[in-house]
T-cell receptor, first 112, second 107 residues
């Protein structure tokens, strides 16, 4: 089944404790992206990658890091999480350009 | 700044009561307009892509249309299972999502 897999689905952590949210896709998509979704603010792009070893900032990149060492994986790293990073996070992938995204199921992160 | 707005913010319909959702955008160089459905706590699910004014796409009770500055998602004879948040997004230089319309269909 074609899908984007994110882990974990739920995560509660403390301020300052480094964490990684994994994302993997099995559709050979070149384009991958991370979004956060907050009530009243909609989906906002954090980082995106157009291909292996090519990443770029989206609209809200502060406090996040990404890497794209392999085509299928695009982990999101929070080096020192803060409470304002409490949110619902989605990984998405596509063939690139104006083609529709396939989204993961989401990771609900709470930073206390 | 490129923007996407959606109206109404929320919509309640009786089962079978047809209606339309609106997506308006200010953008230069539109390369694609997308509609997604999102159920609570889940990732958005792709519905349609529209590329040029005048284009229409249909899927079951849903029909999406596109003009130069807006898109409509028409819902014909909706059922309770159509209840969800509907998101539109445009692709110019990058994707920009609208805030969504929360649709509730009452039996």
């Amino acid at each position: 089944e074609a899908q984007v897999t994110q882990n974990p689905r739920y995560l509660i952590t403390v301020t300052g404790k480094k964490l990684t949210v994994t994302c993997s896709q099995n559709m050979n998509h070149e384009y991958m992206s991370w979004y956060r979704q907050d009530p009243g603010l909609g989906l906002r792009q954090i980082y995106y990658s157009m291909n292996v070893e090519v990443t770029d900032k989206g609209d809200v990149p502060e406090g996040y890091k990404v890497s794209r060492k392999e085509k299928r994986n695009f982990p999101l790293i929070l080096e020192s999480p803060s409470p304002n990073q409490t949110s619902l996070y989605f990984c998405a992938s596509s063939f690139g350009g104006p083609s529709g995204y396939t989204f993961g199921s989401g990771t609900r992160l709470t930073v206390v | 700044e490129d923007q996407v707005t959606q109206s109404p913010e929320a919509l309640r319909l009786q089962e079978g009561e047809s209606s339309s959702l609106n997506c308006s955008y200010t953008v230069s160089g539109l390369r694609g307009l997308f509609w997604y459905r999102q159920d609570p706590g889940k990732g958005p699910e792709f519905l349609f892509t529209l590329y040029s004014a005048g284009e229409e796409k249909e899927k079951e009770r849903l029909k999406a249309t596109l003009t130069k500055k807006e898109s409509f998602l028409h819902i014909t004879a909706p059922k309770p299972e159509d209840s969800a948040t509907y998101l539109c997004a445009y692709y110019g230089q990058n994707f920009v999502f609208g805030p969504g319309t929360r649709l509730s269909v009452l039996p």
